[in-house]
């Protein structure tokens, strides 16, 4: 766990800064509410547990709406953060970040379905004359004597993506508070509407 809220990826535009067209990525983060802080001695750990994405009760299932039984509105996300002291009802929104700032970004690459060994790892492929039978096979993956099976990792044809994937540096090119939008510069991971993580981020 990390300083850290969830937003949702909106999708891409650029904006200009100092004469110079800047790609970025915007992202909604909600504003998160503080709605339990976790003890030590009761709970082994210490953190802050928050909701944010107010929804309709009838989008949650019963699990999910049993969280929020005690709550004055209806969360889709709750999530915990740690290495920041806030108290119950405390609201923690985009103001978190700065202007400038680089954050650590998680989020769930885009699923390409079941790829080759040419999208998928970037082999060469084999010869394109007439007469050729592999184009685009994987060729040969191991010999029936010695060892006589197909070694772990090999890559092979397969799913492709929805990987968490980690991105660090990630910097932040502007923040709408008002609207609780932040712009970060460059692509992020996973699919428009997909939901990441943005982290504070202490180089070691």
Request: hydrophobic residues 35%.
């Amino acid at each position: 766990m990390a300083i850290q809220l969830k937003g949702k990826k909106i999708g891409m535009t650029h904006i200009w800064k100092d004469d110079k067209m800047i790609p970025v990525t915007v992202v909604l983060v909600p504003t998160a509410t503080v709605i339990e802080k976790k003890d030590p001695k009761k709970h082994g750990y210490q953190a802050i547990r928050v909701a944010s994405k107010v929804v309709d009760s009838k989008k949650l299932n019963k699990p999910d709406a049993g969280q929020c039984k005690n709550l004055e509105q209806t969360y889709q996300w709750l999530y915990e953060m740690s290495g920041i002291e806030k108290e119950v009802n405390d609201k923690i929104d985009v103001t978190l970040f700065a202007e400038g700032e680089k954050i650590k970004l998680t989020g769930v690459s885009r699923g390409m379905g079941f790829q080759g060994v040419i999208k998928r790892h970037n082999f060469a492929g084999g010869n394109d004359s007439h007469g050729s039978m592999s184009h685009r096979r994987s060729g040969s993956i191991g010999c029936r004597l010695t060892p006589g099976r197909v070694f772990k990792n090999r890559k092979m044809p397969g799913h492709m993506g929805c990987n968490v994937t980690t991105e660090l540096g990630k910097e932040i090119v502007q923040i709408i508070p008002e609207k609780e939008l932040i712009l970060i510069k460059g692509s992020l991971p996973g699919a428009k509407n997909s939901s990441v993580y943005l982290k504070k981020w202490e180089r070691a």
